[in-house]
């Protein structure tokens, strides 16, 4: 997936409204920026915390810094306030609908989609398994 970058624009206004936020600490803007494109690209990925690119910093430490700001309500009141922005609304928003893989939504497997035939004739054509061994023990 494409590395995920906020304009100029965008950026401002969220750090306007980050300002006005008690619990965070904006020490380092280009720090902060990049936390928050790292938000991004993993609500628009779907992917696993471990995979975040190196390029955002270290998963860990990030994941840190989110589990807090949704603890004290920070995303929250960030889609409040930007519900009335049109192109922060669309970016937050559009951030929270990742794909699903087909099994999620009950897809059949490719094996069960290409065979059409009920279940009992699947039952008669199949081979009967067993655990146990057909074989006669042998005596010491």
């Known amino acids: 997936m494409a590395p995920i970058a906020l304009n100029n624009a965008a950026w401002e206004k969220l750090k306007s409204f980050l300002e006005t936020q008690e619990h965070v600490y904006l020490c380092h ?3 902060c920026r990049l936390f928050l494109e790292a938000i ?3 609500a628009r990925s ?3 915390w471990r995979l975040l690119p190196e390029k955002y910093g270290n ?3 990030i994941y840190k810094r989110f589990a807090r700001w949704e603890k004290q309500g ?3 009141a960030m889609l409040e306030y930007f519900s009335e922005h049109p192109d922060l609304r669309n970016l937050m928003l559009d951030s929270t609908i990742t794909r699903a893989h087909p099994c999620a939504a009950g897809a059949l497997k490719k094996t069960a989609a290409r065979d059409n035939r009920p279940w009992g ?3 008669a054509v199949s081979a009967r398994k067993s655990t146990s061994s057909s074989r006669p023990k042998a005596s010491p």
């Open 29 to 31: 803007d280009e720090d």
């Open 40 to 42: 991004l690209w993993m």
């Open 46 to 48: 779907g992917a696993q």
């Open 59 to 61: 998963w860990n430490t």
């Open 74 to 76: 920070i995303f929250k």
């Open 121 to 123: 004739v699947l039952e």
